[in-house]
T-cell receptor
Framework: GAVVSQHPSRVICKSGTSVKIECRSL??????MFWYRQFPKKSLMLMAT?????????EQGVEKDKFLINHASLTLSTLTVTSAHPEDSSFYIC??????????FGPGTRLTVT | EDQVTQSPEALRLQEGESSSLNCSYT??????LFWYRQDPGKGPEFLFT???AGEEKEKERLKATLTKKESFLHITAPKPEDSATYLC????????????FGTGTRLKVLA
């Protein structure tokens, strides 16, 4: 089956620093990947759509300068949270779209900003 | 605007007590409706895709059905290991491939 990995699974950083999260599709090529944010006991909120070789498309209200997305290959997308603050603490989940338009999700990254 | 509403928000069942979860949706054109299971602290796990009204899919104790306005996830004789949050998402025909998620149903099955 389709497998998507994320790294790291957990990260703690100090306020003002930047953190990079990787999302990889392990057994299929993904021209499109998605980044979501999830608050406790809430559903997934789409942040941006990442297309290989082009600029990401951000959802309304998501700061593109704060959440930098790069999709340099068909198996890797990265999300960089720049100048992180405590309010950026959250569970970040990526997904990768296969050729059948279904999305397979990574295990998530728990970010804590102190 | 596409919308997805799931009910109930939370559900407690005794082991073996069958029930159904509801996902109501409004979408300009439905390309697919998806069910996922999510355990605490983990990413969603794919369960089913439904494409057209009248379609049904089954997997172990789970059965998903679809009408033009809603989908049901039926859980037959649940076990404690079925405890999780069940998420429903729709994808429209706009070509963006985005999913719109519902808020989920938190299911707790008691032994």
């Amino acid at each position: 089956g389709a497998v998507v990995s994320q790294h790291p699974s957990r990260v703690i950083c100090k306020s003002g620093t930047s953190v990079k999260i990787e999302c990889r599709s392990l057994d299929f090529q993904a021209t499109t990947m998605f980044w979501y944010r999830q608050f406790p006991k809430k559903s997934l909120m789409l942040m941006a759509t990442s297309n290989e070789g082009s600029k990401a498309t951000y959802e309304q209200g998501v700061e593109k300068d704060k959440f930098l997305i790069n999709h340099a290959s068909l198996t890797l997308s990265t999300l960089t949270v720049t100048s992180a603050h405590p309010e950026d603490s959250s569970f970040y989940i990526c997904s990768a779209r296969d050729s059948q338009y279904e999305q397979y999700f990574g295990p998530g990254t728990r970010l804590t900003v102190t | 605007e596409d919308q997805v509403t799931q009910s109930p928000e939370a559900l407690r069942l005794q082991e073996g007590e069958s029930s159904s979860l509801n996902c109501s949706y409004t979408v300009s054109g439905l390309r697919g409706l998806f069910w996922y299971r999510q355990d605490p602290g983990k990413g969603p796990e794919f369960l089913f895709t439904l494409y057209s009204a009248g379609e049904e899919k089954e997997k172990e104790r789970l059965k998903a059905t679809l009408t033009k306005k809603e989908s049901f996830l039926h859980i037959t004789a649940p076990k404690p290991e079925d405890s999780a949050t069940y998420l429903c998402a729709v994808q429209d025909t706009s070509g963006t491939y985005k999913y719109i998620f519902g808020t989920g149903t938190r299911l707790k099955v008691l032994a």
